[in-house]
């Protein structure tokens, strides 16, 4: 799942440049869109410090540069100060990726001294109340108090604003604070539909209409903020008609090992069923990146079934993303069906078309807890 | 971009501080750092960013880099590379 706007101008030459720590599933919010698993509460075996420095050592000899430490809720590991200056230490640049949950100025001074390089801090909305309800607690004051002590100790800032129905409208008023409170980067992040989310989709798909106005917001911020402020907001991929260049490829560029160590080619690849991600715990992360099986599975285009086989365009998309490709078609060979060449485009084009139905019944939407997905899942497939 | 991004022989480009700028071994080559991405820098734009220091003018850095290469006057590549690079946002201008 490659962020919006992500640059890298690296021939990464299967290079794992981009290294992602779930330190932990634990977090104290319950986002409806959590791309962790649904059944997150069933990988408690956490690595501990000395694993996850063992982690840091063999990718840095590898050649991975930007790090970035998530979750769960990162700041509920006591011992992310000293992975934080681990990191520094042997080169990496140090990504935090927040809720703000947690942020203390002692914790914040720490991180500095131990060399964090810059903050990626979530905000759902420039409501209290639409944001406490999006994530299902008190988060709004605790963010924005988080955001101002960020700034004020001079980190760089993206400010991840995950873009959903409820919030789209907001976007004019999300761009002023995010001016006001001195954010380098404003990222409006698309909610990309993968487990949480995906059984959350028809609540959060916003319309084309929503999505026109808040890119015009965005056109006039541009305008006149300049340099000041990059803003970034990339379409949600389901109303394009190419799919998206997810992870640059799989196993391309990207890492992430999940909070049991498991070695992930992106943060969702779990969904994908028949799979065995290995474990760091098990084995040299350069077997892991270079021979395992599961990187391999989707490397390059050998894989590739028609149409994405003899298209011109699979060196630019690689198909799109497997993740999607499974959990909408059922085969994560076959092309991601955003694609409007694939035969399966109409799962996407019915599901924008159906969450736009005026009027039409609205569903619960599902909040990351622990279990409640095992009686919910079922009503939920389409 | 509305901005004018022109660099004039009298201003004093600097690294943006959104930026870290330095020598990565394992790609033998001088990248910059940055939120969520990674440039790979030649060698002849790591010899001028890394003189983008906040102290000297660019007619300064184009002296320096003219004294350190004997081809052709650098200062036409160098005004046109520093213009390219303030309008990424790589450096601002110190006036």
Known sequence: ??????????????????????????????????????????????????????????????????????????????????????????????????????????????????????????????????????????????????????????????????????????????????????????????????????????????TRDQIAMAEAAVARARERLGKRMTIYFVIPDYFDERPKACMNGWGAIHLTIAPDGSALPCQEARVIPGLEFPSVRDAPLAWIWHESPVFNEFRGDAWMKEPCRSCPEKEQDFGGCRCQAYLLTGNAANTDPVCAKSPEHHLVVDAVAEAAVPGRRRRPIVMRRRDSVNTMFMGCGG | MTENNTVAAGDVPQLSPLYLLRWEEPQQAHVMLYPEGVVKLNETAAAILLLCDGQRTAAEIIADLNSRYTSADVSAGVYRFLETSHAKGWIRIKS
């Open chain 1, 1 to 206: 799942m490659p962020k919006a706007g992500s640059g890298l101008s690296l021939d990464g030459d299967r290079i794992p440049m981009w290294l992602v720590l779930e330190l932990t599933y634990r977090c104290p919010l319950h986002c409806a869109w959590c791309n962790n698993p649904l059944d997150f509460d069933n990988y408690r075996n956490e690595l501990s410090t000395e694993e996850w420095k063992r982690v840091l050592r063999e990718a840095r000899a590898m050649g991975s540069l930007q790090l970035g430490f998530s979750g769960g809720e990162p700041l509920l590991r006591e011992d992310l100060e000293e992975l934080v200056g681990e990191a520094d230490r042997l080169g990496f640049y140090t990504n935090l990726i927040t809720s703000g949950i947690g942020l203390s100025r002692e914790r914040l001074q720490a991180m500095k001294a131990a060399g964090l390089k810059q903050i990626q801090l979530s905000l759902q909305s420039s409501d209290r109340a639409i944001t406490d309800s999006l994530v299902g607690a008190k988060a709004f004051d605790a963010k924005l108090a988080a955001a101002r002590e960020i700034k004020s100790h001079g980190f760089p800032m993206v400010l991840n604003v995950p873009i959903c129905r409820q919030n789209i409208e907001q976007t004019e008023d999300i761009l002023k604070l995010a001016e006001e409170i001195g954010v380098d980067y404003l990222e409006f992040a698309n909610i990309q539909y993968y487990n949480w989310a995906l059984l959350n989709r028809s609540e959060f798909l916003p």
